[in-house]
């Protein structure tokens, strides 16, 4: 499906304006929208390319830069030292309420948009992918795809590196996706069993795959790229919207 990825909108949030970068079917039509978070270099091009791939599947997207408040608009932080020291400063450094009233603006820009059908998911990486979780626990959220999503097992994310994510998982009623890395330094064995002991105690309904691979494999730029598993796990993806969400 050919796809419009030049439009953003900038809205309106609890701490300030915030950009979002909107991916979409060039055809006409109603789609389920999609807020899709970025790891902490916020809209490099791999997260651009990933909602295009997205949206190219019948979705409206919707990426948002998670540090509005810290850096202008616009700003992609680098793959390199710096860039992941300072988009790790900032992941601690946004309190967790504000991540959450972001979420909740997103949707409600996404619910409003005539393009959107009103069915409503979220997907992210890294942190992003922890991003993901917190925003299905808005109710009008029916599902997520969570990739190795860091800082859930150490209760670590924001102000204060002390979150709630574990604590709320009673909460969830969408279903949920989560795919880690079996070599991912950031969210090891005991990490990943804690996150699905939650998720087994809360009840949840939830898909769970472990991989042999690294931290941000899905990422097409670097060494730990694995595009055979980007295909796997975009088909399990896709699969859970499809459900969940429908798509044209």
């Not at 996404?110 to 979220?122: E, F, R, T």
Request: glycine share 10%; charged share 25%.
């Amino acid at each position: 499906m050919i796809i419009r990825s030049d439009e953003t909108a900038d809205i309106a949030t609890a701490s300030g304006p915030m950009r979002l970068h909107l991916f979409r079917p060039a055809i006409p039509g109603r789609f389920p929208g999609l807020l899709l978070f970025s790891e902490i270099y916020q809209v490099t091009a791999p997260i651009r390319r990933l909602a295009a791939y997205v949206a190219g599947h019948g979705y409206v997207v919707a990426v948002p830069e998670v540090y509005h408040e810290y850096e202008p608009a616009g700003t992609v932080l680098q793959y390199d030292q710096a860039g992941t020291d300072r988009g790790n400063s900032l992941k601690f450094a946004k309190p967790v309420a504000a991540y959450d009233a972001d979420a909740k603006a997103g949707f409600d820009f996404l619910a409003a948009h005539p393009d959107v059908s009103g069915q409503l998911g979220s997907v992210g990486v890294c942190l992003g992918g922890h991003l993901a979780y917190r925003a299905a626990l808005d109710p009008r959220v029916a599902a997520a795809a969570c990739f190795y999503a860091t800082d859930i097992h150490s209760a670590s994310l924001g102000e204060g590196r002390s979150d709630d994510s574990l604590s709320r998982m009673d909460e969830l009623r969408a279903e949920t996706l989560f795919v880690w890395g079996r070599q991912d330094p950031h969210v090891p064995f005991a990490g990943r069993e804690r996150i699905r002991a939650r998720l087994e105690e809360a009840g949840a309904t939830y898909e769970w795959h472990e991989v042999n691979a690294a931290h941000a494999f899905l990422r097409d730029e670097g060494p730990r790229y694995d595009p055979a598993l980007f295909g796997e796990a975009m088909g399990w993806m896709l699969a859970l919207f499809r459900r969940r969400l429908g798509a044209a």
